[in-house]
């Protein structure tokens, strides 16, 4: 039997939507905690890093061009990585 702690299964069962996205982004993890998420460009620049406490968050994408995006979401102990399209 795994056991896993609440912290685990809300950040496995992150959502970021919509996407494709146009001018903001949201997040949505089921557990409430401190996040950190960090918006990457296809070369690896770190583009936009908020961090929050709670279980929703919304990005403007207002300084970012057009692209494919990749994200970061970190808790103290973990992450998940997903990738979105600014259009």
Known sequence: RIRTNSN???ISNAILYPNPA????NFSIPVSDEYTIEIYSQLGFLMIKESFKG???KIQLKSLDQ?????LIKSTTLYK????VKQ
Do not use: A, C, H, T
């Not at 990585?81 to 979105?84: A, D, L, S, T, Y």
């Open 22 to 25: 146009f001018s903001y982004i």
């Open 8 to 10: 685990q299964v809300g």
């Open 67 to 71: 692209g494919i995006y990749y994200v």
């Open 81 to 84: 990585r997903g990738k979105f």
């Open 55 to 57: 279980e929703k968050l």
